[in-house]
């Protein structure tokens, strides 16, 4: 039977926890217009909100219990696909690796691996469990075999649309403790804890927007070299299940130290906090902390906001853990070092030995095989449109169907045909 004919068969997809808006109903509803059978599991009250398509089981149990559940499932409707957003949830993690033993597809969608316009979209694992080769050779072969993605349709992407599916999803999840008393939330804070927070730091906004903007000033009329070091959230599944540190507090701490030991004399190191970090860190105080302790002066620069590009246009070098502001620094040229393993750490790419040496030993990235990088990562993994506003979420949906509908992933087939 070909390749087109099997693609072409009808699936019976099961789709569990997603993202906090309608995109897993609207993709169920593609889904169902191609041919396939959908069946949905929710999870929370919040789930049950944003699902209108039927065909609905709602679990109450434990999270260690899941896979028996999900087993009858299975068997009962002959599920082939099961959908799934982030590898890393409690109600993920021993439901992917069940499917994935009864031979039943798992897809993950996650965040872009480059932003804005993109999604993940990847067999069985994302971000570390990604399918992706780290061999610099592969990926030179690959570019070679794939046309240019070219400019991803663009859509508005606005906070306040994102912000309203999070506040409507949790308002409903009040009442999860009567209707789901053993789900636990795969986040560290509260929603009520988070919005408090953000409020906060709007109010704060005017204040430390004048402060930022005079830091900068200063920073780029020095002329003086300085390193960047991004921070990730709180939450962040690739700080707390895919790196070596319980917090970015640990790394501050750790970067601070290397680099008033190492770097230059003369150089900063610029902390920038993440645009959507709640504001319950105090990294200013820890950085206050840090400048006395290293007998810095005025070496440690803080922002709380600040345009990512333009930074990184005129650092030095970029230091992350994981974070996919790394694909940015390497597309600018910015020579980078990360404290794990994201899926650009690879020799040409990125800095290969000790961050102690990395302040002076900084070879920029090799740009033709970051083209061929991104080229294949977008060609592959990636899926043009969003999650949160109604034309992002038509655009990924429509593109996603493409990609679940297929045997073989794309890039399945791509390493397929490299390796013969």
Known sequence: ????????????????????????????????????????????????????????????????????????????????????????????????????????????????????????????????????????????????????????????????TRARHDVLYHLAGAANPFLHPHYRNHALVTAPVEYAGFLLRKLRKPHWKRSDNERLQALMESRRPFYLLPLQLKNDAQ???????????????????????????????????????????????????????????????????????????????????NSTAGNVALGFGCPTHTLASPIYDMPGLTHQGWLDDFWLDIPAPDATLFRAYRRTVAGTVQINGGFYCRPGIDLAAENALQALQRERSPLKQLMDEIAS
């Open 1 to 160: 039977m070909s390749a087109l004919t099997l693609s072409n068969m009808r699936k019976h997809f099961l789709l569990l926890q997603g993202v906090c808006s309608p995109f897993f109903d609207r993709l169920g509803e593609r889904l169902r217009a191609a041919g396939h059978a959908v069946t949905k599991v929710n999870f929370t009250v919040g789930d049950s909100v944003y699902w209108r398509q039927g065909n609905t089981y709602v679990y109450r149990g434990q999270a260690k219990d899941i896979p028996e559940f999900l087993c009858g499932i299975w068997e009962r409707h002959g599920i082939t696909d099961q959908v799934v957003f982030g590898d890393r949830r409690p109600v993920h993690r021993r439901a992917i690796l069940a499917a994935r033993r009864r031979g039943i597809r798992n897809h993950v969608f996650e965040e872009g691996y480059f932003r804005p316009y993109w999604v993940t979209l990847e067999r069985e694992g994302v971000n570390a469990h990604s399918l992706l080769p780290r061999d610099p050779a592969w990926y030179r072969e690959a570019g070679k075999r794939l046309p240019s993605v070219g400019r991803p349709q663009a859509f508005p992407n606005q906070f306040h």
């Open 239 to 321: 700080i707390r299940y895919h790196s070596d540190y319980k917090n970015m507090q640990e790394v501050i701490g750790k970067v601070a130290a290397s680099f008033a030991y190492h770097a230059p004399s003369d150089a900063f190191l610029v902390i920038k906090n993440h645009p959507l970090d709640m504001g319950l860190a105090q990294y200013a105080r820890l950085i206050t902390v840090l400048t006395h302790e290293y007998d810095l002066g005025d070496r440690l620069v803080y922002l709380e906001g600040g345009n990512l590009e333009a930074l990184l246009k005129r650092a030095s070098g970029l230091i992350t853990v």
